[in-house]
């Protein structure tokens, strides 16, 4: 048997988001689990991200979200994904603050 960091029929490419995406190589289905994006170390309560959580973009308008399971968050899919579509989510994980220049 071979590692793949990805599931099939997922691969990280050139994104016109944010440097690199995640994009699919195949039609996907609205729905479908892709795997797990990220695990909580249930003594440490840190947040440790897969290969597959590493390059998700944001979007206002996802076609993809992250449902948490206990200490487990998984990928599906919101609608049905074409070859080439890049997959993205609404990020909530975190609140960002712009930095001021002096």
């Known amino acids: ?13 050139k994104s016109e988001i944010d440097n690199l995406g995640l994009f ?9 689990n892709a795997g797990i994006t990220h695990i909580t170390d249930s003594i440490t309560k840190k947040l440790y991200r897969t290969p597959l959580g590493g390059f998700i ?8 979200k992250i449902v948490e399971v206990q200490r487990v968050r998984y990928l599906y899919f919101l609608k049905d994904i074409e070859p080439g ?9 975190y609140n960002p603050v712009k930095v001021q220049d002096d």
């Open 1 to 13: 048997m071979t590692y793949r960091p990805l599931p099939e029929g997922l691969t990280i490419q």
């Open 24 to 32: 699919a190589t195949v039609s996907i289905d609205k729905g479908v």
């Open 57 to 64: 973009n944001h979007s206002e308008e996802p076609n993809a």
């Open 85 to 93: 579509e890049e997959v993205t989510v609404k990020y909530t994980m």
